[in-house]
């Protein structure tokens, strides 16, 4: 009955792979977001979905796109992975401004 | 563009001191700030969410309080256990959360 899921939890991957990474919320909350979190542990806002609108788009490369099928799903794609890319990704969920937020146990990608 | 930054950036207590972690923002417009820990290899857990309109929040040994006008937020941890060995990181909602880079605690029996 886990409420933020995200699959894989490890991702090792080749430099120039397409790889994506799953995440479905059972909370029933309206926005979900994609983080990712460096070497440093510094966590930084990647997308953020409410209601299959996207809302916030950091200045990411267009190399990630996020796709929601539905409200309860917010996958995050990655073509043509880069070295950099490396870092643990995590998913999480809020139901309106103002709500706590909920995070995903993360997704460590690793790209060698 | 709102920074939000932690100090310490570690800390080692023995257990049972009460402690003190600190959070400050440089944009005062804000709808929540949230506490969390993150223990290795593991997700966020939300630990005490504080409401613009609000000054402070307890949950347990922990209480949370909020300066909006200075840009301030402290996390207290009272009579601190081993268990509470992790990292603490404090987000500040205005449109979209934004994180501060954590504080490492580690608490030594």
Sequence with gaps: ?112 | KQEVTQIPAALSVPEGENLVLNCSFTDSAIYNLQWFRQDPGKGLTSLLLIQSSQREQTSGRLNASLDKSSGRSTLYIAASQPGDSATYLCAVNNNDMRFGAGTRLTVKP
């Design chain 1, 1 to 112: 009955d886990t409420a933020v899921s995200q699959t894989p939890k490890y991702l090792v991957t080749q430099m120039g792979n397409d790889k994506s990474i799953k995440c479905e919320q059972n909370l029933g909350h309206d926005t979900m977001y994609w983080y990712k979190q460096d070497s440093k542990k510094f966590l930084k806002i990647m997308f953020s979905y409410n209601n299959k609108e996207l809302i916030i788009n950091e200045t990411v490369p267009n190399r990630f796109s996020p796709k929601s099928p539905d409200k309860a799903h917010l996958n995050l794609h990655i073509n043509s992975l880069e070295l950099g890319d490396s870092a643990v990704y995590f998913c999480a969920s809020s139901q309106v401004d103002g709500s706590p937020l909920h995070f995903g146990n993360g997704t460590r990608l690793t790209v060698t």
